[in-house]
């Protein structure tokens, strides 16, 4: 079973598409779960008509904590997948298929699989498109390792989600896609980006809200230091790295989001720590022994 998890923050216009692609799914047995952020009476009233689609609408909870309170929703199956994404990308094709196909020659050949993405492909590119976007042309082989990609669309293995655990629920949205994948590869997990998957994404930044561009720029760096610190860099160097790099781009509007975020991150480092430490996976999911 294929269980597929939408995170939505738009209107039924917009949704209906997306869910339109899921429900097409031929040959793949699966159930779509949505969780409506936005609380619009629109979208439930649609989903609640369609077959193998569940809704849930717990409030504006933020990204990974909506996907991580579906999950505690199910008992977890080790011959189960899970396809996690917003409501604003769009399958290219035959992308859920590729990307269950890769997953499946992979686990056969016993690979420690964490995270399967598709690539991305920006709706409206901009300054800020990064070169996991820019990886339309490379055919070498049908997939790469990565070490970043956004959360939008991801495939997550059974065992990964059982050993690494789900999104950490301090981030409310902004660096949760970070935290994971530098969990998980602290953990011994591989993550692949497949390279005949294709969805295109609505990719907004910068966000509109001056709030929330500090708390992304905050949320990077806590993601980084959080888990795959092995060389024992400096916070402080971090960010310094950061600004120099808007400085010679000439995004000087960044630089000074990285600025606010450097002292929020300082701020609330240390409570994040101790919050990190007590995260234990196997007491926020169920799992069918």
């Given amino acids: 079973m294929l269980h597929c998890i939408v995170v ?8 209906k598409t997306l869910l339109s692609q899921l429900t097409a799914l031929q040959g793949l047995e699966h159930q779509t779960h949505y969780v409506d952020n936005l609380g619009d009476e629109t979208v439930e009233l649609e989903i609640s008509s369609l077959a193998q689609c569940n809704y849930y609408a717990w409030g504006n909870v933020g990204y990974g904590s909506a996907i991580n309170a579906v999950l505690k929703e199910l008992i977890l ?3 189960d ?14 992308c859920i298929e590729t990307l269950m196909d890769a997953y499946l020659g992979l686990k056969k ?15 409206k590119p901009h ?10 042309g490379v055919k070498a082989k049908n997939h790469t390792q990565m070490s970043f990609g956004p959360a939008a669309c991801w495939l997550l293995d059974y065992s990964f989600l059982e050993k690494v655990g789900g999104f950490f629920p301090s981030f409310f949205m902004y660096g949760e896609d970070l ?9 011994g997990y591989t993550h692949y980006l497949i390279h005949d998957a294709f969805v295109t994404h609505d990719f907004k930044y910068p966000p509109a809200n001056i709030k929330l561009r500090v708390m992304k720029e905050a949320n990077i760096m806590s993601a980084y230091f959080l888990n795959t610190n092995r060389g024992k860099h400096s916070p402080h160097v971090f960010a310094l790295t950061g ?3 808007s400085f010679s781009r000439g995004q ?3 630089f000074k989001f990285i600025l606010l975020g450097y002292f929020e991150f300082i701020k609330r480092y240390a409570d994040l720590k101790i919050t990190k430490s007590s995260y234990k996976p196997d007491e926020h999911f169920r799992f069918l022994t």
């Fill in 8 to 15: 939505g923050y738009s209107t039924w216009d917009k949704v």
């Fill in 77 to 79: 199956d080790s011959n």
């Fill in 81 to 94: 997948q899970y396809l996690v994404m917003n409501d604003d990308v769009l399958f290219r094709g035959s």
């Fill in 109 to 123: 050949n016993h690979e420690r699989i964490g995270i399967i993405s598709p690539i991305f492909v920006a709706s």
């Fill in 127 to 136: 300054d800020d498109s990064s070169r996991y976007f820019k990886l339309a």
């Fill in 179 to 187: 935290e994971l994948i530098n969990r998980g590869s602290s953990m």
């Fill in 243 to 245: 600004l120099l790099v």
């Fill in 252 to 254: 000087f509007a960044r």
